[in-house]
């Protein structure tokens, strides 16, 4: 699960390290979202997250 804080998300890109975008959730339009990793590989993926007002956090995933 994928929460704000502040705002509302716009926008979920999911990247390998490679910087290769291997999901998107986009119109979340909600101040949390779920991705499921199920079909990924293990490995670490960055979580990147646009809200509404522009701002962009990323995060760190790790799927064992």
């Known amino acids: 699960t994928i929460r704000l804080e502040r705002g509302t998300i716009q926008r979920v890109e999911l990247m390998n390290l490679g910087g290769a975008l291997v999901q998107l959730r986009d119109n979340v339009n909600d101040t949390q979202t779920e991705i499921s990793l199920g079909s990924l590989p293990a490995g670490v993926y960055v979580a990147r997250v646009l809200d509404t007002e522009g701002r ?9």
Do not use: I
Not at 56 to 64: H, R
């Open 56 to 64: 962009v956090a990323t995060q760190k995933v790790v799927k064992q």
